[in-house]
């Protein structure tokens, strides 16, 4: 009897998963992950904004390219850009400095509501008249570009030394315009008419509270759990605290609130905190965010097909000009109006309404949905944000530097971890002097510490030893300070004060009172 001629494997969702299988996968991940790395070099270099590079890498790695993948699954990257979109807005979050951004939140939410209303009224009126889209198609196109990108905006403003208050208005409105502007996409996207206006402002507007209420209390809840329970590994704490922010968009969006706006805030609540180990936390939050960057990127460059883009160039061209030059300037204006903003912070906010990844997302809701002429809204979409991220990425400094926003050079922060000495009652503060700190040449006494506080050890040039009080500190040391809890906020915020301000810091206007960042 002859023995059956073997079938050749098949791959699909019949096909069950090997360690072979497995072991491709992270190979080709890998790989893509390597070349995603270079080339944030190269994109440093030459200023091309990193997200096209990764966005590259996608299409060429598509059915267009030389890879030759086929994927065409929008609702799968509809799931994995949303939860690539959670971790880059809790990065985001950690990163945000509360001292910035608390001045800015009434213009920055103004922007992230009306703004976003006046950007989608615009948008749409010009894809409709000038393009001639039908009036959902339009008003789908006008939502989804509204909302600037908080990847790109967080990964652009923060290289540009730019005022206080237009760095914290801009990342503010990144991370609060994604709620609104979800629902408007969903409700224009959804089959039958579309509800009348005040009802989308009543959901918009209960979305919003609920995530706000619950970002802010698992934020608080994370963040005094953290201070007050040791954890037995100093590696816990990063993902403790990514947890907690994960946390808060499931609780939001299970409430049926904004999810979105519920990280952000808990991020932001967790990252004012003065957490233990908080640069470790930092790193590990940073290196998420550009894996989930990166992994979105490439996917919305397989979903892409290039081919499909030529008949949709010229109206992206013509719908993103209207949006750069007509709606987000007039947002901007009108919202900032109560706000007495200058010209030039103006000028530069309308040009910085960075899109990047996130409208890219919100277009795969119509193919979703199944609505017509979706895909084509996908392709508009697409060519729109590579097109004027082009444009807009790189002009930003040579803006600012035009409009004369730059700020000064200022003196180098302090990197202070901590670590809870939970049985003794007291704290642990590894301080690192770096390079243009004005703690240099500051004698240990001179710091005047609170009492409770000391500096018990001192590690230059890998040799450790105890101070003396008349020990000179330097730029590369690194001190071992023990608080106690009563003090222990009193001893960084101190510790900062003097390496901003050098030892005349409480006589010079950089007192104590200075909140670490």
């Not at 791959?11 to 992950?33: I, K």
């Not at 200023?47 to 390219?65: A, E, F, K, T």
């Not at 949709?312 to 109560?338: K, N």
């Not at 003090?487 to 030892?503: S, T």
Request: hydrophobic letters at 50%.
């Amino acid at each position: 009897m002859r023995a059956p001629a073997k079938s050749a494997p098949r791959y699909g969702r019949e096909a069950p998963l090997t360690v072979q299988h497995l072991n491709q996968l992270l190979l080709v991940c890998s790989l893509v992950l390597l070349v995603a790395v270079a080339a944030v070099r190269i994109s440093s270099r030459s200023g091309l904004p990193s997200l096209l590079v990764y966005l590259g890498i996608g299409v060429l790695m598509g059915q267009d390219g030389i890879a030759h993948i086929h994927f065409d699954n929008a609702e799968l990257t509809q799931v994995i850009g949303y939860a690539a979109l959670v971790v880059i807005l809790a990065e985001g979050g950690l990163g945000t400095k509360w001292k910035e951004v608390g001045p800015a939140l009434p213009a920055a939410s103004t922007l992230a509501l009306a703004g976003v209303a006046v950007s989608v009224g615009v948008t749409a009126a010009s894809a409709h008249y000038l393009v001639g889209l039908e009036w959902r198609q339009a008003l789908i196109i006008g939502a989804v570009v509204s909302s600037t990108d908080a990847a790109a905006v967080f990964s652009v403003l923060r290289k540009i030394p730019l005022p206080a208050r237009v760095t914290g208005t801009l990342e503010a409105e990144s991370g609060f315009n994604d709620a609104p502007v979800v629902i408007l996409v969903v409700a224009f996207s959804h089959a039958g008419p579309v509800e009348h206006w005040y009802v989308l402002l009543g959901e918009i507007a209960l979305e919003l509270a609920i995530g706000a209420a619950i970002g802010l209390a698992v934020g608080w809840l994370g963040a005094w759990g953290l201070r007050h329970v040791a954890l037995p590994a100093s590696g816990l704490y990063p993902i403790a605290v990514m947890a907690i922010a994960v946390t808060a968009y499931a609780a939001g969006a299970l409430a049926h609130g904004s999810g979105f706006l519920a990280v952000y805030l808990a991020s932001m609540v967790l990252g004012n905190a003065k957490l233990p180990h908080w640069p470790a936390t930092r790193g590990f939050a940073d290196g998420l965010g550009w894996i989930a960057q990166i992994g979105m990127f490439v996917l919305l460059g397989l979903l892409v097909t290039p081919h499909e883009l030529g008949d949709d160039v010229w109206p992206a061209l013509v719908i993103g000009l209207a949006l750069t030059v007509v709606a987000r300037p007039l947002s901007v204006v009108l919202c900032l109006l109560p706000f007495r903003v200058p010209w030039q912070e103006q000028t530069l906010m309308s040009w910085a309404g960075l899109r990047g990844a996130v409208p890219i997302i919100l277009a795969t809701i119509p193919m979703v949905n199944g609505v017509d002429g979706s895909r084509r809204i996908f392709n508009i979409v697409f060519a729109l944000v590579v097109a004027y991220t082009l444009v807009q990425g790189p002009t930003l400094p040579w803006l600012a530097r035009t409009l004369r926003l730059g700020r000064g050079p200022e003196a180098a922060d302090l990197g202070i971890e901590s670590a809870p000495l939970e049985r003794l009652r007291g704290h642990l503060l590894s301080v690192s002097i770096p390079e243009g700190s004005k703690m240099h040449g500051v004698e240990v006494h001179e710091l005047r510490l609170p009492a409770g506080a000391a500096v018990t050890l001192v590690v230059r040039d890998g040799t450790s030893f105890v101070p003396m009080p008349s020990t000179v500190l330097r730029r590369g040391d690194e001190l071992l300070v023990v608080a106690t809890d009563p003090v222990r906020d009193a001893a960084e915020r101190r510790l900062r004060a003097v390496g901003r301000g050098g030892k005349l810091a409480g006589w010079l206007g950089t007192g104590d009172e200075d909140r670490e960042d």
